[in-house]
């Protein structure tokens, strides 16, 4: 089993910048994408950023292209998500993810085998 831990979410101003965390323990070696995705209230999850954990490529949605940066460290098992420039409409809980994906599908959320717990993130206009 993977076992993904979310941190670093909050409160912040428009404008604004967060950086969340997502630990993940277990059986790491099964997967090879993780993920960022986000949901609010009566919507679907809604993909954020991806990486792969092979050659650290990076894929965003165009509405955080610019603003998010994604990165690993391999020491610790973590990933970052810097959240740069934060708008009220980024206001969501954000999941941490990962599974063993074809670069096809990271921005569908049913591809990926493990979830974190979440982490509210709200930015206030």
């Known amino acids: 089993q993977v076992r993904l831990v979310e941190s670093g979410g909050g409160l912040v101003q428009a404008g604004g910048s967060l950086r969340l965390s997502c630990v993940a323990s277990?059986?790491?070696?099964?997967?090879?994408?993780m993920g960022w995705f986000r949901q609010t209230l009566g919507k679907e999850r809604e993909f954020v950023a991806s990486?792969?954990?092979?050659?650290?490529?990076?894929r965003y949605a165009d509405s955080v292209k610019g603003r998010f940066t994604l990165s690993k460290d391999d020491a610790d098992n973590t990933i970052y998500l810097q959240m740069n420039d934060l708008k009220p409409e980024g206001t969501a809980v954000y999941y941490c993810?990962?599974?063993?994906?074809?670069?096809?599908?990271?921005?569908?959320?049913?591809?990926?085998?493990?979830w974190g717990q979440g982490t509210q993130v709200t930015v206030s206009p």
């Open positions: 993810a990962s599974g063993l994906i074809s670069s096809m599908s990271v921005i569908t959320p049913r591809a990926y085998s493990n």
């Open positions: 277990g059986r790491t070696l099964r997967f090879n994408k």
């Open positions: 990486l792969c954990s092979d050659n650290r490529s990076t």
